[in-house]
């Protein structure tokens, strides 16, 4: 749904080619600092660090950034990409209340019982400082 949106902003932009192709960089890290942020959330190990962090930090900031679009997306002229938009955020939604249930739930019991609340904290504070100036949308 995102590469049809993106196609019909790209021949706006781009128009009368047979196949529009963005600049360079369109998709993909908005910056350096962005991409060492996706390093450093790529370095995480373990299953509750993992999970904490895509719960706790991903997904919030991926929740920050829709909202920032829905803002700025005139509902006249974006009807399209504020329906995905829409879809998007009841996915993610359900992905937030799903992973946070897991992670409680492997937060209590097995391995991770002694000593996983720490590990997650521990690794979203890490993700969350690598990320502290990478703005994700509009107004962010």
Known sequence: MWAERLAGRLVQAYPGTAQPQGPDGLVGPASERAEEALAVIGRVGGDVERLAVYTRVVLGRCAAAYAGWRRVCNPATDRPV??????????????????????????????????????AAAATAGVDAAMAEEALAPGA
């Open 82 to 119: 504020l329906r995905v938009l829409g879809l998007v955020q009841g996915d993610l939604l359900s992905d937030w209340e799903d992973g946070s249930r897991l992670l409680l739930d492997l937060m209590r019991s097995g391995p991770y019982a002694d000593g996983g609340a720490e590990a």
